[in-house]
């Protein structure tokens, strides 16, 4: 049986400084923590990223996650904003575990894919990515 846990949406200020045109360093103040990217975006992705890594582990001890900071005032060359989580959203998606589904398909595809060696799991689970943008 799996654990639950409380779904935790949430926005914290990072700090993002620019420090050369492809590098861009993101301080995430209320875990004390930092990561980067080489895109503003890709910086603030990575940030929502890392959040919610150490708010997933600190659930799973039983720890507590911090309270967002307020009013974080930038300083000159650096961009505050909030980034967001959400801990449910972020377990479903980091969920690797295989789910057994049974679905029914035309006998001849089943042929064919079988004459030719095809991974009907791999294909559906591609064709699902492809078609939810994932």
Known sequence: MQKKYQNIKAAYPVIINQEKANLYL????????????STLSEAIEMARDAISEEGVARQNVGLPLPKPSFNVKPSKDTIVTYVDIDLAKFRRMSDNRTIKKTITIPSYLNELGREHDINF???????LKAKLGL
């Open 121 to 127: 799991s791999e294909t559906m689970t591609n064709a």
């Open 26 to 37: 993101v301080h995430i103040i209320d875990f004390d923590s930092d990561t980067s990217g």
